[in-house]
């Protein structure tokens, strides 16, 4: 329901709300918002150009997304995808506009609301993995993303929901809070997992953008479901150090974003080498100078891309999905590109014995335990499960991860290793002897389910491709599909060798170009002031 603040009452209401929120920060009162400015899928750079304009401050700008979030979070639509706003948010927004003052733009992401998932390590706040086991562990450091955001000049507005340890693909729920994650396109369905309060907020225009994490879905897959660009890297582009950890060796951080422009300015300031992950050894050669270079309206013209049929046609495949699938291949066809349809991938329809999957949550976790020091809230997975501090769905898998075994002393982790480099090698080969600049296939073959509901068609087809070959992908909205009487975003996924992101950025970028596909939910709309 649209919430209109037409009585000074109920504007000092919020006012008062606000500052609520922002105990502990010294700064001056609320500023007025400012006229003319849209905040409602405002982008990166129309925030810096109202900025340089003087038509906007970082202050304005934080207090009109926490109006968002006090209208639309707990109350309204009831998204619930916010565990906790910071308080500090204000007084760096102060900061930035007093540096803005004396030098302008201090960086790429200058006064920009983040919202980042909470799984992400921050100094100044808790870091819980969706769980109350962690609600009160405070990292000792930042993440390294959370770092390079910062030292960018992005404000770390929320944490967000996910689900809990980052078990779940399919929905957003934990112990951190109470209750689902809801979907802001339809608010009795799911937004995706585990990135889920991420992908429900920058949807809704809650930040300007997020940090989400993928381990074999998880940034891809509430982007989907919520008309956003995700993007997933090639393994060692990006550093996981400082991210609660599901699956280390498929791990992936990265930005939400409702534009491909957006979410690549917040990819640059990720990209790089960091000396605490060692598997990003190979950014420092491979890694781009500026991605935001490889924004080309025309950059479909003269690429080969494959289609992965098996994906697109699977059985469960939604009528609906598959007909915005045949008319993004008609866009890319008109925009320049060769489609060969279809390409076979032999190791993804006739999967290996073994699989592609280690079990190592209990090794991963209690090594990410070990890094917060004494101040640690738990040690052990074992305390844990002892604490009783996590929702009742993931009991189970924690009680099974007691029995992993480190991934150095496991044959099944062996045999998934051995499996996923000839995926990699097989999926490389393919697309070299046939000059495929990339493939792409539906992220999800059906639309988002009603929460609860854990047995109709999921659709999921992030699983496979990208995390067990490292490879990098991009999702793009793709438009929408009516399901009872709802318009239910859908996902184009495009995938590339290592190191390929140049080229799925052009790709994605000439693509959102030619479609604008992304269409703000009607549960969210803009507050009037």
Not at 135 to 148: G, N, T, Y
Not at 225 to 241: A, F, K, P, Q, Y
Not at 310 to 315: I, K
Not at 342 to 356: S, T
Request: with cysteine; proline share 7%; glycine share 8%.
């Amino acid at each position: 329901m649209l919430l209109r603040y037409r009585a000074e009452s109920t504007v000092l209401l919020i006012l008062l709300s606000l500052h609520l929120l922002a105990v502990g920060a010294c700064a001056p009162a609320d500023s007025p918002s400012p006229s003319g400015f849209a905040l409602e899928e405002a982008t990166i750079a129309e925030i810096h150009a109202a900025m340089e304009a003087g038509e906007l401050t970082a202050r304005q700008l934080v207090e009109m997304y926490l109006e968002r979030i006090e209208a639309y979070d707990k109350r309204g639509p009831a998204l619930n995808a916010i565990i906790r706003i910071n308080p500090l948010a204000l007084e760096r927004a102060d900061e930035l506009d007093a540096a803005f003052a004396e030098s302008g733009l201090t960086g790429p992401l200058h006064g920009i609301p983040i919202i980042v998932k909470d799984n992400y390590d921050t100094h100044d706040l808790p870091t819980s993995g969706g769980s109350l086991s962690l609600a009160d562990s405070i990292p000792p450091d930042d993440a390294f993303q959370v770092r390079r955001i910062r030292e960018a000049g992005a404000i770390v507005l929320a944490k967000s929901n996910m689900a809990e340890f980052a078990f779940s693909p399919y929905e957003t729920i934990g112990s951190a809070i109470p209750g689902y994650t809801r979907n802001p396109y339809a608010t009795n369905r799911v937004p995706a997992g585990s990135s889920g309060g991420t992908g429900a907020a920058v949807a809704a225009n809650f930040g300007a953008a997020g940090l989400g994490t993928d381990t074999g879905n998880s940034i891809r897959g509430p982007s989907s479901h919520n008309s956003l660009v995700g993007i997933r890297s090639t393994m060692g582009l990006t550093s996981r150090d400082g991210i609660v950890p599901l699956y280390f060796n498929r791990d992936i951080g990265g930005p939400m974003a409702r534009t491909v422009a957006d979410a690549v300015t917040v990819f640059d300031v990720l990209a790089g080498y960091d000396p605490a992950d060692p598997v990003t050894q190979g950014a420092q050669e491979h890694r781009a100078e500026s991605y935001a270079e490889f924004l080309n309206a025309d950059g479909l013209r003269g690429k080969r891309i494959g289609v992965v049929r098996y994906h697109a046609n699977a059985d469960n495949t939604h009528t609906g999905v598959l007909q915005r699938f045949d008319e993004a291949l008609e866009v890319l066809r008109a925009q320049g590109a060769e489609i060969v349809d279809p390409v076979q991938i032999d190791l993804l329809e006739n999967r290996p014995e073994g699989g592609f999957w280690c079990a190592r949550f209990k090794y991963d976790l209690e090594n990410y335990l070990a890094s917060l020091g004494p101040e640690a809230p738990v040690k052990t997975l074992e305390e844990i499960i002892e604490s009783r501090r996590f929702h009742n769905s993931v009991r189970q898998r924690l009680q099974r991860s007691m029995e992993e075994i480190p991934p150095d002393e496991s044959e099944p982790c062996a045999l998934a290793a051995e499996n996923s480099a000839r995926l990699a090698e097989e999926v490389a080969g393919l697309m070299g002897e046939q000059s495929l600049d990339a493939l792409v296939y539906p992220s999800w073959s059906y639309p988002p389910r009603l929460i609860g509901d854990l047995a109709s068609p999921a659709g999921d087809n992030s699983q496979i491709l990208a995390p067990q070959t490292g490879f990098p992908a991009i999702t793009v909205p793709m438009g929408f599909v009516t399901l009872e009487d709802r318009e239910l975003p859908a996902g184009l996924q495009i995938l590339g060798v290592a190191w390929s992101e140049p080229t799925l950025i052009e790709i994605a970028y000439a693509y959102e170009q030619a479609t604008q596909h992304r269409v703000p939910p009607t549960t969210t709309p803009p507050l009037e002031r």
